[in-house]
Antibody, heavy 125, light 107 residues
Framework: EVQLLESGGGLVQPGGSLRLSCAAS????????MSWVRRAAGKGLAWVAS????????PYADSVKGRFTISRDNSKNTVYLQMNSLRDEDTAVYYC??????????????????WGQGTTVTVSS | DIQLTQSPSFLSASVGDRVTITCRAS??????LLWYQQKPGKAPKLLIY???TLQSGVPSRFSGSGSGTEFSLTISSLQPEDLATYYC?????????FGGGTKVVIK
């Protein structure tokens, strides 16, 4: 069974940093691209970033470009989201998701087929 | 960026009703569209990919259709457990974008 477990959320002051982790199991992790998606309270889902299997493609949403960095360690089956210069508007539940529906391995032209339960990030003074 | 417009944003229907949610893309995305269900306090769950392919394990009362810029998700007979917010997502090009969501409540 594919499982994704996020950790690292918490309360941080504006301008601060936080690193989220997502531990994966139940599939060949290095084959699949991974994504982070967030949902702020009272708002809808918003894609944050993706990373392909060998880490050479890492697109970002404009709202986080230059502040957030997605990375992965295939030896640990883990994907990360380093968040710097955090703002109030980054407050949200952050989900990691496995890309590759229908046997695919990418996010683009495929989609997100399994999601973690989410970790909450609160940016507040 | 490709914008997705979902309608309605809120829907109230009775058990057994046929329910349809639409998603309109600001430019053509072929069939690169997915539908997700998010129940309160839970993670999103994939229902439909490639516009009309039912994800394994999803009840057959859910169906998707469309291509290009107009898409729809239909629940043929609404059940109490279908209380949720539904989102469309395009995966044609980055940035991957979601529709604003449709909250479905049971009358």
């Amino acid at each position: 069974e594919v499982q994704l477990l996020e950790s690292g959320g918490g309360l941080v002051q504006p301008g601060g940093s936080l690193r989220l982790s997502c531990a994966a199991s139940g599939f060949t992790f290095s084959n699949n691209a991974m994504s982070w998606v967030r949902r702020a309270a009272g708002k809808g889902l918003a894609w944050v970033a993706s990373i392909n299997g060998n880490s050479d493609t890492t697109p970002y949403a404009d709202s986080v470009k230059g502040r957030f960095t997605i990375s992965r360690d295939n030896s640990k089956n883990t994907v990360y989201l380093q968040m710097n210069s955090l703002r109030d508007e980054d407050t949200a539940v952050y989900y990691c998701a496995k890309c590759g529906v229908g046997g695919g391995t990418s996010c683009q032209h495929s989609g997100l087929d399994v999601w973690g339960q989410g970790t909450t990030v609160t940016v507040s003074s | 960026d490709i914008q997705l417009t979902q309608s309605p944003s809120f829907l109230s229907a009775s058990v057994g009703d046929r329910v349809t949610i639409t998603c309109r893309a600001s430019q053509g995305i072929s069939s690169y569209l997915l539908w997700y269900q998010q129940k309160p306090g839970k993670a999103p769950k994939l229902l439909i990919y490639a516009a009309s392919t039912l994800q394994s394990g999803v009840p057959s009362r859910f169906s998707g259709s469309g291509s290009g810029t107009e898409f729809s998700l239909t629940i043929s007979s609404l059940q109490p457990e279908d209380l949720a917010t539904y989102y469309c997502q395009q995966v044609n090009s980055y940035p991957l974008t979601f529709g604003g969501g449709t909250k479905v409540v049971i009358k």
